[in-house]
């Protein structure tokens, strides 16, 4: 039974991931007004959200490059992989919530973690659920200590929301551990939230790949194949 939950897990999770993230931003922007109500300012959330969302279609986007005669090569970005997203004793709901939003539009699973406001948590993952998205993609996680979840196994990248000093003691932590090297993705700004409006922030969330394609065995250029003879 176990084998049998981890490998469906990690189905639901790929299934999130190749979606794309135009599909993606259907669910959540379904879930964005109610969620928006979590955060205290729900028309300053909804412009939050709404800019984040906007997004999606520039995600999706694949780009031809130079590459070798006879085959395609396509560069494009996928979602890094296990995400956790942390809310600090600083955090503000809007913060935390446009990290876990851009998390879930990259493509990425979510772990969320903010003891601070456990009911919002447990809230705000109720109204993605009923949007659709399964919790194999979305978990909440603050019945454990935070330092314990940054040891979680091939965890990618860290989203965590609060000041400078809580941050840093996260990027420590994170500096400790062992395995693959986990990227943090701070916001520190909880009146302006500036880090979410930059043009490279949902590009953190994401890891690049090419895809190579042999147009020449697929019936390109014929003619290449007569060099060799």
């Given at each position: 039974m176990v084998t049998e939950f981890k490998k469906n897990h990690g189905q639901v999770c790929e299934t999130w991931r190749l979606l794309g993230a135009v599909n993606r931003a259907t669910y959540l922007q379904e879930a964005a007004p109610r969620l928006a109500l979590l955060t205290g300012d729900a028309n300053k959330a909804k412009r939050l959200f709404n800019h984040l969302l906007s997004a999606a279609p520039m995600l999706d986007e694949e780009h031809r490059m130079t590459?070798?005669?006879?085959?395609?090569?396509?560069?494009?970005?996928t979602g890094?992989?296990?995400?956790?997203?942390?809310?600090?004793?600083?955090?503000?709901?809007?913060?935390?919530?446009?990290?876990?939003?851009a998390a879930l539009l990259t493509g990425n699973e979510v772990i969320l973690h903010c003891p601070s406001q456990?009911?919002?948590?447990?809230?705000?993952?109720?109204?993605?659920?009923?949007?659709?998205?399964?919790?194999?993609?979305?978990?909440?996680?603050?019945?454990?200590?935070?330092?314990?979840?940054?040891?979680?196994?091939?965890?990618?990248?860290?989203?965590?929301?609060g000041n400078r000093k809580e941050v840093q003691a996260v990027s420590q932590e994170?500096?400790?551990?062992?395995?693959?090297?986990?990227?943090?993705?701070?916001?520190?700004?909880?009146?302006?939230?500036?880090?979410?409006?930059?043009?490279?922030?949902?590009?953190?969330?994401?890891?690049?790949?090419?895809?190579?394609i042999n147009t020449t065995a697929i019936g390109g250029?014929?003619?290449?194949?007569e060099l060799g003879t």
């Open positions: 590459g070798a005669t006879g085959e395609s090569n396509d560069l494009y970005v890094r992989g296990k995400t956790m997203v942390v809310g600090g004793e600083s955090a503000r709901a809007m913060a935390v919530l446009g990290q876990l939003l456990d009911e919002m948590c447990i809230e705000a993952a109720k109204i993605l659920y009923e949007s659709g998205i399964s919790d194999d993609v979305l978990s909440v996680a603050n019945d454990s200590q935070t330092v314990t979840l940054l040891y979680i196994d091939r965890l990618a990248q860290v989203a965590v929301s994170l500096a400790k551990t062992d395995g693959m090297l986990t990227q943090v993705i701070s916001v520190t700004d909880m009146d302006g939230l500036s880090e979410m409006l930059t043009p490279d922030y949902l590009y953190r969330f994401v890891t690049e790949r090419v895809k190579t250029n014929a003619s290449l194949l």
